[in-house]
């Protein structure tokens, strides 16, 4: 397609049009909100773009008021309400981006309903709050602290969160640390969402009694020592120090200090250095050895330097014969003989889950594993490019839908992975990314998208980035005013002025960046930055790329 033809589509394109007629009264303000953020996507693939819309139509009927007159997140598909593990975390902080108002009431409804002892409910519905479990992934300080920064800084919002999550932090800490590890205990199948997964064989569904304080006495294995949950709150414990400091609190140091703690027993139990994975160590200090996503959830809570991840690349996310899929990833290791890879139920015993693939950025972000998440991106958008339902998981061999449908996760996820990988994504420590890429053709050669139109509103001034093959302009209120090489990423301010490249690609990018009226002879490696100055760039992390391995 004409470049001229798609970026005039994109402009003309009006998301509530597209997104069709709307459901309920509520959904008008939360289109309007959306419309606010100046974010639309073209494609040279017209169902691909048709799947995109499709994505935000069905969002509208996850956001519903609940618990209040406000609009907040529900989980979608069968799960009619707000999950504190999902939902009220990691699909409020993407959400974030585009609809910040009902992340915002998201996060809240949980400090709302917490009880006097501190127990947050894991999920809230229309018949009101359910607290027979924890349910615990993603930190919730992490979504606040990001929602804080992209959106004005309102310290209301952020006092009121911190005084909740203090309180949670005190009850886990009275009544899942029973066995005096530091470490954060697993009661039942549903304290960490695994449904159905062998690491809960042979262990009750529910924590004793449906009492979230309890575990069944006659368990032979109970309490576990749970990596995934005690990596949560090492990481919650971070971003509450953080939180300290903005707010003008004295207890930085005393939050930094046990998240020390909380690593320390997390290494300590939870490690196993000749595997170089994390295990649950039952109640007779056995490892439950189970390879499961919950290396994953480890990670994404900023566990480990980046030698820890690279290690965790090459032995287990980038293999083939482990998490790494046709459709990655898989939520048990596919050499383990339990490894069940249907998705038509709700299974984290193998499918690869939408939960999974949403949490997954942040883990490689965080150690600049940039090239190797576009290897998730990549065959993930072309499993969605086909997608009519957006269920729970997908097949990890044919990447065909799965287990429900209307599934935010699922759908954030595409909303998420475009921005990403071919879109303008606005970051909470102030920078844009302009990515120049755009999805590729995986399944029978057919085409997702050969090129991409995305804009983006950012404190008033329209962005729009036009992606090809042949290169890439990014425009700013309407004029073009960086022209770059494919296969790069750049890094603005909020106000556009250009600070970095990144190499988005495996191989080396060369060619003429253009700024300024001034041509720059750029060639930059996988995962290299390059730092812009008026004189022109200068390697500043050259990091190198981690390849696939097969066993």
Same mark, same amino acid.
């Given at each position: 397609m004409d470049n001229e033809l798609l970026l005039e589509r994109l402009r003309t394109t009006s998301p509530e049009e597209r997104a069709g007629e709307l459901g309920k009264a509520s959904d008008q303000p939360v289109m309007e909100e959306w419309t606010r953020s100046g974010v639309k996507f073209a494609a040279s693939s017209q169902g691909f773009e048709d799947v995109y819309y499709s994505a935000l139509r069905k969002l509208m009927d996850c956001i519903v008021p609940t618990g209040g007159a406000d609009?907040?997140?529900?989980?979608?598909?069968?799960?009619?309400?707000?999950?504190?593990?999902?939902? &009220?975390?990691?699909?409020?902080?993407?959400? #974030?981006?585009?609809?910040p108002s009902v992340s915002e009431s998201t996060y809240q409804l949980f400090?709302?309903?917490?009880?006097?002892? &501190?127990? *947050?409910?894991?999920?809230?519905?229309?018949? &009101?709050?359910?607290?027979?479990?924890?349910?615990?992934v993603t930190p919730l300080a992490r979504s606040v602290?990001?929602?804080?920064?992209?959106?004005?800084?309102?310290?209301?919002?952020?006092?009121?969160?911190?005084?909740? *999550?203090?309180?949670?932090?005190? !009850?886990?800490?009275?009544?899942?640390? =029973?066995?005096?590890?530091?470490? +954060?205990?697993?009661? #039942?199948? $549903?304290?960490t969402g695994h449904d159905l997964s062998p690491r809960f064989w042979h262990i009750p569904d529910t924590p004793h009694l449906d009492d979230p304080r309890q575990y069944n006495p006659d368990?032979?294995?109970?309490?576990?020592? /749970?990596?995934?949950?005690?990596?949560? +709150?090492?990481?919650?414990? *971070?971003?509450?120090?953080?939180?300290?400091?903005?707010?003008?609190?004295?207890?930085? /140091?005393?939050?930094?200090?046990?998240?020390?703690?909380?690593?320390?027993?997390?290494?300590?139990?939870?490690?196993?250095?000749?595997?170089? $994975?994390?295990?649950?160590?039952?109640?007779?200090?056995?490892?439950?050895r189970v390879q499961s996503d919950v290396l994953l959830r480890v990670l994404a809570?900023?566990?480990?330097?980046?030698?820890?991840?690279? =290690?965790?690349?090459?032995?287990?996310?980038?293999n083939s014969s482990k998490?790494?899929?046709?459709?990655?990833?898989? #939520?048990?290791?596919?050499?383990?003989?339990?490894?069940?890879?249907?998705?038509s139920y709700n299974s984290w015993g193998g499918p690869s889950n939408f939960l999974s693939l949403i949490r997954t950025a942040h883990?490689?972000?965080?150690?600049?594993?940039?090239?190797?998440? =576009? !290897?998730?991106?990549?065959?993930?958008?072309?499993? *969605?490019?086909?997608?009519?339902?957006f269920s729970q998981a997908l097949s990890p061999w044919t990447g065909e839908e799965g287990f429900t449908q209307t599934y935010s996760p699922a759908i954030l996820c595409m909303l998420d992975y475009v921005e990403r990988l071919c879109g303008i994504l606005p970051n909470p420590d102030g920078d844009i990314w302009f990515t120049g890429l755009v999805p590729y053709p995986l399944d029978h050669g057919a085409e997702v998208a050969n090129e991409t139109a995305y804009s983006r509103t950012i404190d008033g001034t329209e962005f729009e980035l036009l992606n090809a093959r042949r290169g890439c302009t990014a425009y700013r209120s309407g004029e073009a005013y960086i022209r770059f090489p494919f296969g790069i990423r750049l890094v603005t301010d909020r106000e556009g002025r250009l600070k970095a490249v990144i190499g988005m690609s495996v191989r080396t990018v060369e060619g003429t960046l253009t700024y300024k009226g001034r041509d720059y002879s750029i060639a930059v490696k996988g995962n290299e930055r390059l730092d812009f100055t008026d004189g022109g760039f200068a390697s500043v992390s050259d990091i190198g790329v981690v390849m696939p391995t097969y066993r």
């Open positions: 609009p907040v997140l529900h989980e979608g598909g069968i799960y009619l309400g707000c999950w504190l593990e999902s939902t &009220g975390t990691i699909n409020a902080e993407l959400l #974030s981006r585009f609809i400090a709302d309903y917490q009880l006097e002892d &501190g127990l *947050m409910p894991y999920k809230i519905t229309g018949q &009101g709050p359910a607290y027979r479990q924890i349910q615990l602290w990001n929602h804080y920064l992209l959106h004005g800084r309102n310290k209301q919002f952020l006092g009121k969160m911190f005084g909740a *999550m203090q309180r949670y932090d005190k !009850w886990l800490a009275v009544y899942r640390n =029973t066995r005096g590890t530091g470490c +954060v205990e697993a009661f #039942s199948t $549903f304290d368990s032979p294995t109970l309490p576990l020592l /749970a990596p995934d949950l005690t990596a949560n +709150v090492y990481c919650q414990r *971070m971003y509450l120090a953080r939180i300290a400091e903005e707010l003008g609190e004295t207890s930085a /140091a005393d939050w930094i200090s046990q998240a020390e703690q909380s690593k320390a027993s997390l290494f300590k139990y939870c490690y196993d250095e000749t595997d170089a $994975f994390f295990y649950d160590l039952d109640n007779n200090d056995q490892f439950v809570c900023e566990v480990g330097d980046r030698g820890l991840f690279d =290690t965790a690349l090459r032995r287990y996310l980038l998490f790494f899929a046709k459709y990655p990833f898989t #939520s048990i290791a596919m050499d383990d003989p339990r490894f069940d890879p249907f998705s883990a490689f972000e965080h150690h600049q594993r940039y090239v190797e998440l =576009t !290897w998730v991106l990549y065959p993930i958008l072309a499993a *969605m490019s086909n997608m009519k339902r």
